[in-house]
């Protein structure tokens, strides 16, 4: 469904410029994981590594949620791989900006559980592109997670995985994903150390202008790793 190579790479700036246009809602099903398919949440299939010696737990767990009745439920057991609830939607038609945001609790501050975003089209690996959420997760608490990001040409479908790099206990809950159809001032930029090209979106802040960077690897074995630069106007 898509390669285990490396990835593309994305990138946002928050410098200036309101978002007028109004997305799309409703993109992923059952992103409250409201719905039941036997103990697992409906329309999410669950994906780890092959091979391991003691398969990852998923369910549907009936207490705990961050609102509703539900979310979802995560235990992997072994040290390598990225295991998670996976959902695949069609990109929509002239979208242009896509915003992935939910809810993620660990049990644990060391456990890496992550919200990512793949940009793909089945009969062509080279347009796939990969984005992650990032930042530190508090033990017992839920924090909001977020992913916006231009839309690649040539991807017809989009991927949303819920899941945890290595072992470790999560929880997900009021997974959105949305898209925006307004045009894009795209800003072409070269890393002053490192390969490839990237694309910056101007964007409203309200604070300071800053670039982030989010710069993926392969699934297994390995973290994307993401970079926030400061600069002076």
Request: with cysteine; hydrophobic share 45%; net charge negative.
């Amino acid at each position: 469904m898509f390669t285990q190579a490396m990835v593309g790479i994305l990138a946002l700036a928050l410098v200036s410029g309101a978002i007028a246009a109004e997305p799309e809602t409703g993109l992923l099903e059952n992103g409250g994981f409201e719905m039941a398919k036997g103990t697992l949440p409906a329309a999410w299939r669950t994906i780890h590594p092959p091979g391991l010696a003691r398969a990852p737990d998923f369910a549907r767990a009936a207490k705990g949620a961050h609102t509703g009745e539900a979310c979802a439920s995560l235990s992997a057991h072994e040290a390598t791989g990225y295991s998670s609830f996976t959902q695949i939607v069609d990109a929509p038609a002239g979208a242009t900006l896509a915003r992935l945001e939910g809810w993620i609790r660990v049990e644990a501050e060391a456990v890496k559980a992550t919200l990512i975003l793949i940009f793909f089209d089945p009969d062509r690996p080279e347009t796939e592109k990969l984005l992650q959420t990032t930042g530190k997760l508090e033990a017992g608490t839920w924090k909001r997670v977020e992913i916006e990001a231009p839309v690649p040409a040539g991807a017809t479908k989009w991927m949303v995985r819920c899941g945890i790099q290595g072992a470790g206990s999560a929880s997900f809950d009021d997974i959105s994903l949305t898209a925006s159809k307004e045009k894009l001032d795209l800003v072409p930029a070269t890393p002053a150390v490192g390969r490839g090209r990237y694309f910056l979106v101007p964007r409203a802040d309200k604070g300071d202008c800053w670039v982030e960077l989010s710069i993926p690897f392969p699934f297994e074995m390995q973290t994307p790793l993401a970079l926030r630069v400061k600069s002076d106007p």
